[in-house]
T-cell receptor
Framework: QQQVKQSPQSLIVQKGGIPIINCAYE??????FPWYQQFPGKGPALLIA?????SEKKEGRFTISFNKSAKQFSLHIMDSQPGDSATYFC???????????FGTGTRLKVLA | DTGVSQDPRHKITKRGQNVTFRCDPI?????LYWYRQTLGQGPEFLTY????????KSRLLSDRFSAERPKGSFSTLEIQRTEQGDSAMYLC??????????????FGPGTRLTVL
């Protein structure tokens, strides 16, 4: 069973801090790595995604860093705000299909 | 609103009853997915369609579960003889098969099922 391992399980930072969430994958055939943000009672919202032909991608305050040799990718949130408090999931498409395998999630709390 | 929509948003039922959920994908998206999410976990894949064809089903999808996508538009997920273990958030997502957003999955708000 292919897996995506996500850490930490929870994270508390002060406003303006830079939380970092990490994910590790197993299958080298994965070719697309999205991050989703989910608020309580809502569906996951696509935040940012990266393909393995680049090592970093930035969109606003969100950055994905990708390390193909280590089979790891991480999400950095610059200048974090209380409104960023949510659960974040990394995901990867299962090789040979289009379904996603999700990490177990990181619950982020940004203190005002 | 041109996002993925799901109906109902909440469903409370008694054990043994049948329930049906509906998903309307983004109109130009060919692929439609169903996931299940339990508290504190990431979404788990259940099944997906390309147009009207159901191309893959997870082992999580027991014979009490059935999904359809007639005419390749909206989809329904039915659970027969519900059990308390079926209590979860049922998420629908859709994605295009071509273009810049190829394979990006966009999720609906989910249907929260509670089985008493």
């Amino acid at each position: 069973q292919q897996q995506v391992k996500q850490s930490p399980q929870s994270l508390i930072v002060q406003k303006g801090g830079i939380p970092i969430i990490n994910c590790a994958y197993e299958n080298t055939a994965f070719d697309y790595f999205p991050w989703y943000q989910q608020f309580p009672g809502k569906g996951p919202a696509l935040l940012i995604a990266i393909r393995p032909d680049v090592s970093e991608k930035k969109e606003g305050r969100f950055t994905i860093s990708f390390n193909k040799s280590a089979k790891q990718f991480s999400l950095h949130i610059m200048d974090s705000q209380p409104g960023d408090s949510a659960t974040y999931f990394c995901a990867a498409p299962h090789s040979g299909t289009y379904k996603y395998i999700f990490g177990t999630g990181t619950r982020l709390k940004v203190l005002a | 609103d041109t996002g993925v929509s799901q109906d109902p948003r909440h469903k409370i039922t008694k054990r043994g009853q049948n329930v049906t959920f509906r998903c309307d994908p983004i109109s130009e998206h060919n692929r439609l997915y169903w996931y299940r999410q339990t508290l504190g976990q990431g979404p788990e894949f259940l099944t997906y369609f390309q147009n009207e064809a159901q191309l893959e089903k997870s082992r999580l999808l027991s014979d009490r579960f059935s999904a359809e996508r007639p005419k390749g538009s909206f989809s329904t997920l039915e659970i027969q003889r519900t059990e308390q273990g079926d209590s979860a958030m049922y998420l629908c997502a859709s994605s295009p098969t071509s273009g810049r957003g190829k394979n990006e999955q966009f999720f609906g708000p989910g249907t929260r099922l509670t089985v008493l």
